[in-house]
Nanobody, 115 residues
Framework: QVQLVESGGGLVQPGGSLRLSCAAS????????MSWYRQAPGKERELVAL????????NYADSVKGRFTISRDNAKNTVSLQMNSLKPEDTAVYYCRATRVYSYWGQGTQVTVSS
């Protein structure tokens, strides 16, 4: 059974950090582009960051450049998102996505940035 399971979300104060993880099962992520999306209440889901299968190419939304870092470990079948200098506007449900011919989505993890 194909699954993506996100973890690491929570409540953090502005300026703080969180590290999200996405564990894949039922398939190997090594040939998939992996990405993180987020969806805030009342807003559309948006791309936050993506990483190529090799890990050599990454891309970020302008709003998170310099603060977030996406990484992957193909041997462990995981992808991570290190989030630093968090802002209240980063509050959202964060989703992991695996894309090749098909796309798989995780169930999401809530990130709340608030004092």
């Amino acid at each position: 059974q194909v699954q993506l399971v996100e973890s690491g979300g929570g409540l953090v104060q502005p300026g703080g950090s969180l590290r999200l993880s996405c564990a894949a099962s039922g398939f190997s992520i090594s040939s998939y582009t992996m990405s993180w999306y987020r969806q805030a209440p009342g807003k559309e889901r948006e791309l936050v960051a993506l990483i190529a299968p090799s890990g050599l190419t990454t891309n970020y939304a302008d709003s998170v450049k310099g603060r977030f870092t996406i990484s992957r470990d193909n041997a462990k079948n995981t992808v991570s998102l290190q989030m630093n200098s968090l802002k209240p506007e980063d509050t959202a449900v964060y989703y992991c996505r695996a894309t090749r011919v098909y796309s798989y989505w995780g169930q999401g993890t809530q990130v709340t940035v608030s004092s």
